[in-house]
């Protein structure tokens, strides 16, 4: 076992704060990822929280402010279980680095996206019976964990147009694959923004703010925003930020770089069609995008979870690159190269992905 309670095969990228990724194979055939392998993006020091000290405070545009209790929390609100899937914007960066240097980003591969069960009560019913007060537009999270990167210095945060909020899918969630939510995760208590960028899905959640407009965390207001090419990280000037997630699809199988022998070979993946959107159809080519087949699309386990694909190539001796493009329910299809989307953060990466194969 690595550190964390994860396996030995995570691709560490920094030891603290702990950031760590699971080789895509770890991935592929899996409807549910592991704990052991799931993805872990952290800003600052992983915090180790006693279940019975943790509470949620609940204020800003609200009648009743509270003070929850986990009991508190799991006695008065209905329960709720979400499949649903996570994905850091960065996820995929290598090949936005492979384009042009990202300096001080985590050059993330083909893992920064897990998919979960997780258990908890609805956002919705909790500002339900707080009662919101005029003006109340975004909610906004807070977690303990204070990052030494952000500008000052100061705790994690985010936050989400009230609209999402009250959409019933958005959790306060102590369970994860039917687990308590491990402190790597976020527990005792984590928001889950199924459909969003990873970023909004604030662990170690201590305090739920209503406010008028987005939240001023640095996290929110600084970083995660996709600027244009030429913009400077550190200025908050221009772009968007990120909130719904975009159409994504990746190869899991094959590895890229594999040997294989030449004849039927399986290759299989996930596409995500992220906030509202399904997944309609996943083609799968084995030279570089000449030629494509369609994969045969897994069962569906949730709205808003990724969808398992797969199919058989037969690829002649040689070197093969195996691509992949998804389609989703708007007719949207992801874009061919990376070079298109290349942005200053080196978020969404959202282009065919492409695997090199050596066939004996
Ligand atoms: N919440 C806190 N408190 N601190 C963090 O650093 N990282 C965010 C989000 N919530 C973060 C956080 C990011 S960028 C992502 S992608 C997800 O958590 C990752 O969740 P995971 O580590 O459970 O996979």
Not at 53 to 70: H, N
Not at 138 to 145: I, W
Request: with cysteine.
């Amino acid at each position: 076992m690595g550190s964390w309670g994860k396996c030995d095969q995570m691709i560490v990228h920094d030891a603290e704060p702990y950031n760590a990724e699971p080789p895509r194979t770890a991935l592929a055939g899996r409807p549910l990822t592991p704990v052991e392998v799931f993805y872990a993006r952290n800003h600052g020091p992983i915090q180790q929280i006693d279940p019975d000290m943790w509470c949620l405070e609940l204020g800003g545009l609200v009648e009743r402010p509270k003070r929850l209790s986990l009991g508190e929390l799991r006695a008065r609100f209905a329960h709720h279980d979400v499949v649903a899937t996570l994905q850091c914007a960065g996820n995929r960066r290598a090949g936005l680095l492979a384009v042009r240097a990202i300096p001080g980003e985590t050059p993330w591969g083909s893992g920064a996206i897990s998919t979960a069960r997780w258990t908890g009560v609805g956002l919705a019913d909790v500002l339900r019976e707080a009662g919101l007060r005029p003006g109340a537009a975004h909610v906004e999270f807070t977690a303990p964990d204070v990052a030494t990167e952000a500008r000052p210095p100061g705790p994690y945060g985010a936050s989400i147009p009230l609209s999402k909020a009250t959409a019933g899918e958005v959790l306060l969630a102590w369970a994860m694959n039917d687990r308590p939510l491990p402190p790597v995760h976020g527990g005792p208590v984590r928001v889950i923004v199924p459909g969003y960028v990873g970023a909004r899905s604030v662990k170690w959640v201590s305090r739920v703010t209503v406010r008028e407009r987005p939240s001023d965390n640095y996290f929110q207001a600084v970083r995660y925003r996709l600027l244009p090419p030429g913009a400077d990280t550190e200025r908050a000037d221009g772009g968007l930020q990120l909130g719904p997630a975009g159409l994504n699809a990746d190869i899991l199988m094959p590895d890229d770089g594999a040997v294989l022998c030449a004849g039927p070979t399986e290759v299989s993946g996930y596409a995500f069609g992220g906030d509202h959107r399904g997944v309609a159809r996943v083609d799968v080519s084995p030279d570089g995008g000449r030629s494509w087949r369609q994969a045969e699309l897994g069962p569906v386990t949730g709205a808003w979870a990724w969808r398992l694909w797969h199919t058989v190539l037969d690829l002649p001796a040689g070197e093969a690159t195996i691509t992949a493009r998804a389609w989703d329910t708007a007719a949207t299809c992801q874009p061919e190269h990376a070079a298109s989307l290349w942005n200053p953060g080196g978020y969404v990466n959202t282009a065919w992905p492409r695997v090199r194969v050596q066939v004996r």
